[in-house]
């Protein structure tokens, strides 16, 4: 069946101007995860979604990140405002539950460059 | 917080070759879950092995075996006849019981020689 997908797979933007990077995750994946990967911080978990509601937001660097998703299904991270620290790949994940033993697969990434 | 620490940042093997990549752990919590991931250039994650700390045994997944040492919260990945394609970033990481998130280590970038 398809895999977590995500879109689009590369973004350059200007410095101060927002994005959206979305995600689909595999269907009937109830959990949702975004993560970042970037040279400096490594690979960082940013926010975690239970159906539409997000648990666990921890990871948001800063408020100019908010993430959301709709249906149960595809989730969108916004950045708004954006500096040149956010480059980075953003990787999404989803597993068919929140369980301990549910494996997260990962999308390909979006490689998010601010100039 | 629990923290996952690889002190390889990059390796090597021949072909047909075995190699072991290390990783170790901090965390004061008895029940946890480990995995191994593998990253081509294609960025995308894949999952090669996972191993549950209540398990003693440890996990074998073909030529991927990992190395468990609890009480010396270490978790190696052995691979065994190295292929070409086995050439990528691997991340250890590390999750709670409780908690669905992961936590990574910086990555090992592995090189297959032929």
């Known amino acids: 069946g398809a895999g977590v997908s995500q879109s689009p797979s590369n973004k350059v933007t200007e410095k101060g101007k927002d994005v959206e990077l979305r995600c689909d995750p595999i269907?009937?994946?109830?959990?949702l995860y975004w993560y970042r990967q970037s040279l400096g911080q490594g690979l960082e978990f940013l926010i975690y979604?239970?159906?539409?509601?997000?648990?666990?937001k921890s990871g948001l660097p800063s408020d100019r990140f908010s993430a959301e998703r709709t249906g149960g299904s595809v989730s969108t991270l916004t950045i708004q405002r954006t500096q040149q620290e956010d480059s980075a790949v953003y990787l999404c994940?989803?597993?068919?539950?929140?369980?301990?033993?549910?494996?997260?697969?990962f999308g390909p990434g979006t490689r998010l460059t601010v100039l | 917080a629990q923290t996952v620490t690889q002190s390889q940042p990059e390796m090597s093997v021949q072909e047909a070759e075995t190699v072991t990549l290390s990783c170790t752990y901090d965390?004061?919590?008895?029940?946890?879950?480990l995995f191994w991931y593998k990253q081509p250039p294609s960025r995308q994650m894949i999952l090669v092995i996972r191993?549950?700390?209540?398990?003693?045994q440890n996990a074998t997944e073909n030529r991927f075996s990992v190395n468990f040492q609890k009480a010396a919260k270490s978790f190696s990945l052995k691979i065994s006849d190295s292929q070409l394609g086995d050439a990528a970033m691997y991340f250890c990481?590390?999750?709670?019981?409780?908690?669905?998130?992961?936590?990574f280590g910086e990555g090992t970038q592995l090189t297959v020689n032929p």
């Open positions: 994940a989803s597993s068919l539950d929140r369980d301990s033993t549910d494996t997260q697969y």
């Open positions: 269907s009937g994946h109830t959990a």
């Open positions: 979604f239970q159906g539409n509601s997000a648990p666990d």
């Open positions: 965390t004061s919590e008895s029940d946890y879950y």
């Open positions: 191993q549950e700390a209540y398990k003693q």
């Open positions: 990481a590390y999750r709670s019981a409780g908690v669905p998130r992961l936590t």
